[in-house]
């Protein structure tokens, strides 16, 4: 079945250091793909996603492009803030019953940025 | 717009016990979803809905029950609160368009004991 795997944590940087977050896919057919990120405490939000090979997601900085060939979609941040601070999360979208999709998503990587 | 919204925001409950998570969207979404997420894990599907009176199974389903009455409303149901159901409770919606973002709800902290 489809799957993520992404890089595991925890990730400790400094402030202004570059960030990248590995995540590869395992899927039959063409999924979109996201990050997602979830503060302390809070929901999962959002990041940035792609829907086709060579598309590039960016938001916040954040920048990660569908990799079909390599089955890649890392994440990376030239320069990452304290605020940056939380956990990442990988996902892919599959096909549930004929409809819409289902999230598969990896295990999440926790990143601490220091000042 | 308030998003997907979720109560309570913690709870506990003895074993044996019943007690059923709210979630709500105001996006007038047509999907809706439950998730678990266990420490260090991502998050594994529980159920979902594709609209409203239509619910099915996702992978790991056992323990739960939900029901889809309005296109807003999507209440998960724990009838005999077990320790391994302790966990946050992700909901959320997505619209029928698209690249299947998903919108969630800020979670239910639940323990079991």
């Known amino acids: 079945g489809n799957s993520v795997t992404q890089m595991e944590g925890p990730v400790t940087l400094s402030e202004e250091a570059f960030l990248t977050i590995n995540c590869t896919y395992t899927?039959?057919?063409?999924?979109?793909l996201f990050w997602y990120v979830q503060y302390p405490g809070e929901g999962l939000q959002l990041l940035l996603k792609a829907t086709k090979a060579d598309d590039k997601g960016s938001n916040k900085g954040f920048e990660a492009t569908y990799r079909k060939e390599t089955t890649s979609f890392h994440l990376e941040k030239g320069s990452v803030q304290v605020s940056d601070s939380a956990v990442y999360f990988c996902?892919?979208?599959?096909?549930?019953?004929?409809?819409?999709?289902?999230?598969?998503f990896g295990k999440g990587t926790k990143l601490s940025v220091k000042p | 717009n308030a998003g997907v919204t979720q109560t309570p925001k913690f709870r506990i409950l003895k074993i044996g016990q019943s007690m059923t998570l709210q979630c709500a969207q105001d996006m007038n979404h047509n999907y809706m979803y439950w998730y678990r997420q266990d420490p260090g894990m991502g998050l594994k599907l529980i159920y979902y809905?594709?609209?409203?009176?239509?619910?099915d199974k996702g992978e790991v389903p056992n323990g739960y029950n939900v029901s889809r009455s309005t296109t807003e409303d999507f209440p998960l149901r724990l009838e005999l609160a077990a320790p391994s159901q302790t966990s946050v409770y992700f909901c959320a919606s997505s619209n029928t368009v698209g690249s299947y973002e998903q919108y969630f709800g800020p979670g239910t902290r639940l323990t079991v004991t």
């Open positions: 996902a892919l979208s599959e096909r549930i019953g004929g409809s819409q999709g289902n999230l598969i």
């Open positions: 899927a039959t057919g063409y999924p979109s």
């Open positions: 809905s594709v609209g409203a009176g239509i619910t």
